[in-house]
């Protein structure tokens, strides 16, 4: 799952930033990686992830399926990557 969500580093590397693995699962993830996802990880830390997402995973839609899911209401506004100038 690491290489299929975050195709871009090594499975390892992934494993190590559950927060970003977690969140790509979250966001990109079929319904059928989503099911393996929620039948081995707390919903506390799906929630944890929503609390502090790495920067410009979640879009919209994404962010606001998570919070209704897992009761984390009223949904924020969705963080925005920083720009650099």
Known sequence: MARKYVWWQ???R????????????MTLGSVA????????????DLCGVLRDPPAGVFNG?????WHLRLGCVPVPELPVRPVPR
């Not at 992934?14 to 699962?25: G, K, N, P, S």
């Not at 099911?35 to 506390?44: A, I």
């Not at 839609?61 to 399926?65: D, K, V």
Request: hydrophobic share 45%; net charge neutral.
């Open 61 to 65: 839609r994404s962010w606001r399926f």
């Open 14 to 25: 992934t494993l190590a930033d559950r927060r970003l693995f977690l969140a790509q699962v």
């Open 10 to 12: 090594p499975p390892d």
């Open 33 to 44: 990686d989503v099911r393996w996802l929620l039948s081995l990880v707390p919903e506390e």
